[in-house]
């Protein structure tokens, strides 16, 4: 019985990485739910908005580097951040004013929206392809580690090892600090109550004097910023790809009713129960039972659950647990 | 006759189908208390909803203080001084009784916690539950939450659809009171109620309309001591 | 919610409009014949068919009930699975090694499932039937691997360069078309069963969901169809070229009439296929009117333009768009086999969701919901432009950056042409959507 390299295991294998992930699927559900709460639509080119704002950070990453700038052990790619979000949210602007805006007039049903977001998303897409192309594009810079197995092992002289990657600590702290400025916006600014308003009673917002324009254009800048930082967050830990932020809207959306469509906190609530359920189904538990369980008891196989190829069916059978039994979700978002 | 402050006059309309109002008259004169009575289907709450201009008339005007607002959306009669209180749907549920208030107010650039304070003198149990969620209080407490969000605009008129659909009686007569007391501030009250016989009691002038035209008009007294309103529409 | 209440309104079209168009489309095949090649021509119009199906099946769950599913693509590749399954030449030994372990642990797989609904629906409510549902799929899921394991490695290691899967029946390939049908209907009827009556947006999601996961488990369950190795060489239900360039008869006839043998050999091939296709077209299209007249037909609209109300007369809304829902699959299903029968092979690698499902939401949506002839025209014009997009965008480029001096931004915008073809479709849609909502042949 080894509690502590137990322990040690499932932190570095489990724990660690899943809490990177949960926080990059809780913004990004987070831009979801917004704009579902406000706009009353499943926007489907979520996605793909996170990949071109991604690569306007990546390109603009390229020019920092280009210029020699660089932040120190952190990524370059936050530096980059701001203008990343500044060039997105002008971008959504436009398609709000060219494409949702008309729409919103003639009243459109929401699945209509949810249709036209599909040409948005196809349109976006090219965009991305034709800039950036398909391949793996690799951006992350600055220091790799903040502490390596080796070191861990040498500092408390354990068997396993706990590696902490820059990328891992920067998303979780940039999450957090990106989620609660948001939580601030919306529960102590006079724009951010009014967007809460709206999203819980458009009819009466209007009746208060709310101005539907301004808060539907604060949504999509609210989401830009959200979009591009999971998309460079995610892109950092691990790679981009055009593609992969595609697939992304399985478990973004996942989390986002999870935790009930249009609930904030429901969002971050979502992106965690998706991460860690996603990772702890896929993952080998093989190690960490070995470690706790008597030798004569230690399992033969990789006591894996399901194969990572199916990370996306673990996010998907909590979505239909959750509309089959909690339609609303675990934070009683709106629903059916 | 002088003009009155608020004057629906002779409203003909409906929802883009057939009319619904047929050249119907709505006034209320400045502090006072003007109620729209009549049965099931009469048009009680469109011919409110005409006078806030939440639908297109075809014949008539709206006037407020002699000013013809026929033409303005509902949004701007907020900024022009009206204030309505929708029948259902009258909250922010997922919100803070406080920040009902706030939004109530968004209009408004100056300082707003003198209203505030007015409005929690006025309804002292939304003090007690201002951090609380107004979809979480009673059905009589969302009733003062939603008053209460109208009146942060400092309105002039405040109009009220079936304030007391689905209370209890003793929270309806609570809210009678509070809406006297709203009217001894000087703001007008238009409202559409169903408890025709309660509301006429508080009422200086009353409307009885059938099939979207006035039958009878009259003071709330008056009214009541009719024989033939009371047969017809109070249960004899 | 339908695309019949799609805001504008279009007048309906008259029967000489509806024959202009599609002889327009007609027309961009017969130019694309003779200026590029008729073998090229012929290979869009058998896809173009293939596609027109997908859209038939996709406009019986859009157009006809107003279901917004985005499963299409698993669909397809389930109808491709079928060709494997029914037709491919059976493997030696395979079933001997690991068939029954299989067939074991897929039945102990759907009866812990059964037995969990069962658990839940006669448990009292309350948090044993909880944990007791929980404890049933939990035993039965470490059943099912402890089964199911060891026969799918006894399959995958039977040689695994060339097999490593159960192998087909090695039936004739025509059959694998109905039988595709059969597969993507059982799916569907699973989906269904659990997805159907959520929410609009959620219903999206859902299949969303369940597309990416049949391909996944295609592209990973190597003993059923190889995974992404992929399974070559699937028979044809038409005469190969080779076997026909070798002929003398068929030289001979093709000299005399003054063609090149191997381009007639493949325009006769792609002709016989095109022959095929346009059969089971009719067939589905004809099925499909006759439906839709039948008072089948009238009460599955009644259903998509009033839920509520049609409910309210006692019609069992969410029964109906089960049925139209696994119908609508199974059509997609057909076309998913027909597809891959064309190909000669399956590749889970090539299902991508903007090419199988998004691209048919667009033939639908542009050719007309709710309008079998709308899909089969969108169907035939989408596909011709996707394929001619890339060409002729390349052209553009060209056209454009001719004057720019040489340098990575020409290299770049060269390369990054082939991309054209998203961003086009995704602006056909948007257009439709806003100028003509009810798309070129609207629903009568």
Known sequence: ?336 | MAEPFLIGDAMTGGYGGADILHDCTIAVEKGEIAVIVGPNGAGKSTAMKAVFGMLKLRKGAVRLKGEDITTLTPQARVAKGMAFVPQTHNIFTSMTVEENLEMGAFLRRDDITETMEQVYELFPILRQKRYQAAGELSGGQRQQVAVGRALMTRPSVLMLDEPTAGVSPIVMDELFDRIIEVARTGISILMVEQNARQALEIADKGYVLVQGANRFTDTGKALMADPEVRRSFLGG | MSGAQMTAQASAQTPAKVAMMFAGVALLFVLTGMFQSWNLALAIVNMALISSIMALGVNMQWGYAGLFSVGTMGFVALGGLAVVLVSAAPVPGAWALGGPGIVMGLILGALTIAAAIFVWARMPRGRMRGFATAAVLLGGFFAFRAVFDPAVAAVEANNPATAGNLGGLGLPVLLAWPAGGLLAAAAAWAIGKTALGLRSDYLAIATLGIAEIIIAVMKNEDWLARGVKNVISLPRPVPYEVDMQQSAAFVDWATRWGFDPATASSIIVKLLYAALFLIVLLALIWLSETALKSPWGRMMRAIRDNEVSAAAMGKDVKRRHLQIFVLGSAVIGIAGAMMTTLDSQLTPGTYQPLRFTFLIWVMVIVGGSGNNWGSVLGGFLIWWLWVMVEPMGLWLIQMVTAPMAEGWLKTHLLDSAAHMRLMTMGIILLLVLRFSPRGLIPEK
Request: net charge positive.
């Open chain 1, 1 to 336: 019985m080894d509690i502590l390299n137990a322990l040690v295991t499932f932190l570095n294998f489990v724990f660690v990485p899943a809490l990177a992930y949960g926080a990059q699927l809780a913004l990004g559900a987070l831009g979801a739910t917004l704009i579902y709460g406000i706009l009353r639509f499943s926007n489907f080119a979520h996605g793909d908005t996170m990949a071109f704002g991604t690569m306007t950070v990546i390109l603009f990453t390229w020019g920092l580097q280009a210029l020699g700038i660089s932040f120190g052990p952190l990524p370059t790619a936050l530096l980059a951040l701001p203008f990343g979000i500044a060039v997105t949210a002008m971008l959504l602007l436009a398609t709000d004013r060219g494409v949702y805006r008309y729409y919103r007039r003639v009243k459109a049903a929401p699945v209509i929206l949810v249709m036209v977001s599909l040409g948005v998303m196809f349109i976006m897409n090219g965009i991305v392809r034709f800039i950036i192309g398909v391949g793996d594009v690799n951006f992350t810079d600055g220091e790799r580690f903040i502490i390596t197995a080796g070191q861990f092992r040498e500092m408390t002289g354990l068997q396993e090892g706990l590696a902490i990657r820059m990328t891992q600590a920067v998303t979780v702290v940039v999450a957090v600090i990106a989620v609660a400025l948001l939580f601030w916006f919306l529960q102590k600014t006079r724009t951010g109550k009014s967007m809460r308003a709206f999203s819980d009673n458009e009819d009466l917002a209007l009746l208060s004097g709310i101005n539907p324009d301004r808060v539907v254009a604060v949504t999509w800048i609210i989401a830009a910023a959200l979009a591009t930082t999971a998309g460079t967050l995610y892109g950092l830990d691990k790679s981009f790809k055009a593609f992969t932020y595609f697939q992304l809207l399985l478990p973004i959306f996942a989390a986002a009713i999870v935790g009930g469509l249009g609930s904030p906190i429901g969002a971050i609530a979502g992106g965690f129960v998706i991460a860690f359920s996603e990772v702890m189904v896929t993952y080998a538990w093989k190690k960490v039972i070995t470690y706790i369980v008597p030798e004569s008891m230690a399992p033969e196989g990789l006591v894996q659950l399901m194969s990572t190829d199916y990370k996306f069916a673990v996010s998907f059978a909590i979505l239909i647990i959750v509309l089959l039994f909690m339609p609303t979700g675990l934070f009683k978002g709106k629903s059916v």
